[in-house]
């Protein structure tokens, strides 16, 4: 069977739209991860493909963060992604810190068209950085015919958001772990297919969140809308196991994650 076949995604672009247009504010007054210190940005560096003539694009960009932190070591950088708050964000952050070598733009990437935007191959870098922009075979190979040199591609994999999934369980909802293995397993397979030969290393994490109740309330509302529709009583349910949880109006998240990181010249 074709890879493309069984490799697919069932992208809500409205809920994920709405869902990061709320976090926005949040990641916008992120401090810029530390190329001298960042795993990612370190890998890339590395890789020796960074210079002050590479055009470099980043997808699912969000903030523009790593777009940003990447500025004094390309020629030009273009972040794309489907919030219209996180472009706005990452634009005016641009302009905050004189930067005229990057750029933002507000697209779906799972209805991009490359050809048509005259991006396939015109781009040295091309970067997915946890982000569900990629997370299925016809975004993955978008994201491919884009890179002129090299790509590098960031999955969090075998995640489990102690609060998010306890939350989600009290509605009938359980996680589905295998499904992001699986793209870590169909990424290998879609590039050994192609003949590429990619690099592959991984490490486990545990990221701390702590948001106030109403935000995390939206957040955990839009993540079980990603899976199904919900009732205002199974709305109630969420809110107020989440209330449960709070202090001083504020709640805790502890998410562990094993992150991959795969890198591949295309030529």
Known sequence: ??????WKSDFRADVHRKMWDDAAEDYVQRPLPDPQRDEFLQRMLRR????????VLDIGCGAGAYTLA????????LGCDLSEKMIRGASERAASMGLDNVSFTCLDWHRADPARLGWEGAFDVVFAHHTPAVSDYDT???MVRCAGKTCFFQVNTRRWDAVLNAALERIGIYPAPQERDNTVAWAFAYLWQHGLE??????KETWIAEKPLEKQFRWVLQRAKLRREITPEEADILMRYLAGLAENGTVRETITTTVVTMDWDSQ
């Open 198 to 203: 990619p690099n592959i290393a991984y490490h």
């Open 48 to 55: 020796g493909c960074l210079n002050k003539d590479a055009r």
């Open 70 to 77: 990447l500025a004094p070591y390309i020629g030009q950088g």
């Open 140 to 142: 993955f190979d978008k």
């Open 1 to 6: 069977m074709e890879l493309r076949e069984f």
